[in-house]
């Protein structure tokens, strides 16, 4: 089976690469390799790679900023996803297409299924619902995946930053009223290519790694686990803060846990803790 990933200098991309299983065959191009709002450029990769699957794991991830920079963040998580979705469909491949937990307000008082009304509250949100409706529409066979507060040992994420953080200060304040589930990017990559060699239905789908956790649980558990592993020299106090003490320039759910049980039902992917995986990316940082 030949694949064509985008995004592959990224978190999720760099993971689908170390992990694509055996039988797949993978094309895998970056921002210098692809300009993916560009029709023909995508049309002749998809051509090139002759894959029958086109799993994007490009978007525009500076929720913040996307606040000001708001062209850039539509160009990348809205107009090219249909670029990629309208080329998938007459090359004869299927597009999965990766979302996010902040297409949702965080007014709910249960995890999210797929089926639940979205509303954004930022501009990212707002242009990554745009960007699945695009693959919906396209009639590619899209499957969206939604997924939350990513991380990986390598690149810009919350995980390495805390570390980064701790090591420095002498303490670290951090949001406690956020609720979601951190999601380790290889276990992420190892569900969609699950999905894609269980051929899963088009439609919306959920995965992120189980447990719950808020923003300042995930980095107590941070320092608990990279000091236990020799990646910090010592612990430092973390005091838990409410977002209003925390003002960013994008509004974010103070709730987003997704309901992943309809994805656990069709694949046979390892659905873990998050923090047995965060302990998985640790051991990857760990001194040789």
Request: charged share 25%; hydrophobic share 50%; glycine share 8%.
């Amino acid at each position: 089976m030949k694949v064509l990933v985008t995004g592959a200098g990224g978190q999720v991309g760099h993971e689908l690469v170390a992990t694509a299983p055996d039988g797949i065959a993978v094309t895998a191009v970056n921002r210098a390799d692809l300009d993916i709002g560009d029709a023909a450029a995508v049309a002749a990769a998809l051509a090139a790679s002759g894959a029958r699957w086109l799993v994007n794991a490009a978007a525009y991830t500076a929720v913040d900023r996307a606040e000001s920079d708001r062209e850039a963040a539509r160009t990348i998580n809205d107009v090219a996803v249909g670029t990629l979705a309208t080329a998938a469909r007459a090359a004869g491949a299927r597009l999965v297409q990766l979302s996010t937990d902040f297409v949702f307000d965080g007014r709910s008082s249960r995890a999210y299924r797929p089926e639940d009304a979205p509303n954004p509250l930022s501009v990212y949100g707002r242009t990554k619902l745009d960007g699945e409706r695009r693959a919906l529409a396209a009639d590619c066979g899209a499957i969206v995946l939604r997924t939350s507060w990513v991380y990986a040992a390598h690149g810009r994420n919350f995980a390495l930053t805390m570390l980064k953080l701790l090591a420095e200060r002498d303490r670290v304040r951090v949001v406690a009223d956020q609720i979601g589930a951190p999601t380790w990017a290889r276990g992420l990559a190892r569900a969609i290519w699950a999905l894609v060699r269980a051929d899963a239905a088009p439609g919306i789908l959920h995965w992120c790694d189980l447990g719950v956790a808020s923003w300042y649980d995930f980095a107590v558990a941070i320092q608990d686990e990279g000091f236990a592993r020799g990646l910090l020299p010592r612990r430092v106090p973390i005091e838990p803060i409410a977002t209003a003490e925390y003002p960013t320039p994008a509004e974010r759910p103070a709730f987003s846990l997704l309901d992943t049980r309809a994805t656990r039902d069709l694949i046979d992917a390892p659905a873990l803790h998050w923090r047995h995986h965060l302990q998985g990316m640790l051991d990857d940082r760990r001194p040789a």
